[in-house]
């Protein structure tokens, strides 16, 4: 397929020539400057999921699906969406006419954001250990260090290691771990910043250890922020790609949802707003992880807000989530679907909860029936709930008019009054009872029961002045409760938390539940072993199905 050259993508979506910086003939940086040329505010939508299933929802594909059939409407429409971590492109990654090209390009190094992210943050450990071994600039205790490092590739062989082997004269020996450059709190950080100074005073506040009595060690203190900076200038300027119809696509940051805040970053979705109708951004997992950090994290931290949400489903999934086996959920079983929908129930409720307004997108399979597709129009209608079935997937912008058309009625009923922000708790409140809020709103809990370490996590945190920032819930996408193997809508659980980190810089504190890993692995299979580079240097093997 033939690109447009990205000089013309920018011109589409108004940008001037001098703030479109090509990188290479077929994507680009756009200038932070381009943020202060228009004063305009486009419509967002919120794009999240039900719970994640093994047979996959495809929230990516039908957020570039509804971005496409909008621009097939006549709409100046802008997918802001995350960029992919190389560790999950060489386990797995979804593919279709609803993507965005380069395709290979965005699915490895792209701009090179993520090489930076990981260079700043171990460039960030290297000053930490080599204050470790000199006792200066500050004095810091090596058995006190929290920082750890970062690589962007899936290795369980990482998450333990040992590092300072060899002598005095190598360094002091400590346990320490890595995480993917995705969970780093770098990532979370450049993703929330609005512009280079406020990335400066964010990167500064990261707590790195304690001094031998006890007092915090931040980056500002071993003098890291500025040369963390010099790493990242570049990567804070957002992406600019493009459909496979050509249309604009911002691709910047990608912190996992799971461990971070999972949302592209505040100044690519206010890039987008300036510049476009309609903006697509989609958040990580499900709407119990990523949409709930998107409202209550960055939305009130950016000060924007959605006009709406549309929740990808799928049937299969639905069936899963109502007890289907995985290998037969594309079979018709009408007695699952209708199981699953106590899940999708609690999904439309939680973004009521936000007094939001919900669009169904039903992203379509092959083996997908009309009686079943019709089950679920029926429960949409029954709830006064818009619903689309969307074969973007398969037929680009032309398979999702429907969803297009769907989308902008329910945004067209918000121009009188647009949702205002509501969020589940407000930062006076202690992080007991944001935790609480949470739990018992979007997943449904009981209670919350927290450890004794976590409970000593907490006072750590209050002392070091975290009580007033909103939390970031780390737990598993599978399920609403912190147990993977409780799928559908769980009821009388009570959610049990077990450490709480304090994300200084990134200005949240994260509350781990269940048996969550920051370094990945690569599955049985790795998509690796199926990637080739033709004599022409084009790559194949990267997408499902190639």
Not at 69 to 85: D, F, I, N
Not at 124 to 149: F, I, K, M, Q
Not at 371 to 388: H, P, T, W
Not at 485 to 508: C, H, I, N, Q, Y
Request: hydrophobic share 45%; net charge neutral.
């Amino acid at each position: 397929m033939t690109l447009r050259p990205i000089a013309e993508v920018g011109a589409e979506l108004g940008l001037a020539p001098e703030d479109v910086l090509p990188w290479g003939r077929d994507r680009a940086k756009v200038s932070l400057d381009a943020l202060g040329r228009r004063n305009h505010q486009g419509r967002m939508v919120l794009v999240s999921a039900i719970n994640p299933t093994p047979p996959g929802e495809g929230k990516t594909t039908m957020s570039v699906a509804l971005a496409m059939g909008l621009r097939k409407r006549g709409r100046r429409a802008v997918a802001a969406l995350r960029e992919p971590s190389l560790g999950p492109v060489f386990g797995v990654k979804g593919g279709g006419q609803a993507s965005l090209e380069p395709a290979a390009d965005i699915n490895l190094h792209f701009t090179g954001d993520l090489h930076a992210i990981t260079s700043a943050h171990n460039l960030l450990s290297a000053l930490v250990d080599n204050a470790v071994y000199y006792g200066h600039p500050v004095a810091l205790e090596g058995t006190r260090v929290r920082w750890r490092r970062a690589m962007d590739m899936n290795d369980r062989f990482l998450r333990n290691v040992i590092v300072g082997l060899g002598g005095k004269a190598h360094g002091v020996p400590r346990e320490t771990s890595f995480d993917i450059t995705a969970a780093s709190e770098v990532m979370a950080i450049l993703a929330l910043s609005e512009n280079l100074k406020d990335l400066e005073a964010r990167l500064g506040r990261i707590v790195v250890g304690q001094a031998p009595d006890g007092s915090p060690v931040r980056a500002n203190d071993v003098n890291a922020a500025a040369s963390m900076v010099a790493l990242l200038k570049d990567a804070l300027m957002p992406n600019l790609a493009q459909t496979r119809e050509g249309g604009p696509a911002i691709v910047h940051a990608g912190p996992f949802g799971n461990i971070a805040h999972g949302c592209s970053s505040v100044v690519g979705t206010r890039l987008a707003l300036a510049y476009a109708d309609e903006v697509v951004t989609e958040a990580g997992f499900g709407f119990d992880l990523g949409a709930e950090k998107f409202l209550d994290i960055k939305c009130r931290s950016a000060g924007v807000w959605p006009r709406g949400v549309m929740l990808v489903v799928t049937l299969r999934a639905l069936k899963h989530h109502g007890g289907a086996a995985a290998a037969q959920v594309a079979e018709p079983d009408r007695e699952a679907l209708l199981k699953g929908f106590n899940h999708l129930e609690k999904h439309l409720e939680s973004v009521a909860a936000f007094g939001l307004p919900a669009v169904l997108c039903v992203n379509r399979f092959p083996q997908d029936t009309e009686s079943e597709l019709d089950e679920l129009r029926a429960f949409a209608k029954a709830r006064n709930v818009g619903i689309a079935v969307c074969d973007g997937f398969g037929r680009g912008g032309e398979g999702s008019l429907e969803l297009a058309d769907t989308v902008l009625a329910m945004l067209d009923a918000t121009d009188a009054a647009p949702p205002k922000p509501r969020f589940l708790y407000e930062l006076d409140q202690t992080p007991e009872e944001k935790i609480r809020a949470i739990a018992r709103t979007v997943y449904g809990a009981d209670d919350v029961a927290f450890t004794p370490g976590a409970r000593k996590d907490l006072e750590s945190a209050r002392a070091l002045g975290g009580a007033g920032l909103p939390v970031c819930m780390a737990k598993t996408h599978l399920s609403l409760s912190d147990d993977p193997a409780k799928t559908g809508r769980p009821r009388g659980f009570t959610l049990t938390v077990r450490e709480v980190r304090l994300s200084a810089g990134a200005g949240f504190l994260v509350a781990l539940t269940g048996e969550l890993l920051t370094m990945p692995g690569l599955p049985r299979e790795p998509a690796a072993r199926r990637v080739t580079v033709h004599p022409d240097g084009s790559i194949t093997g990267l997408m499902q199905g190639e």
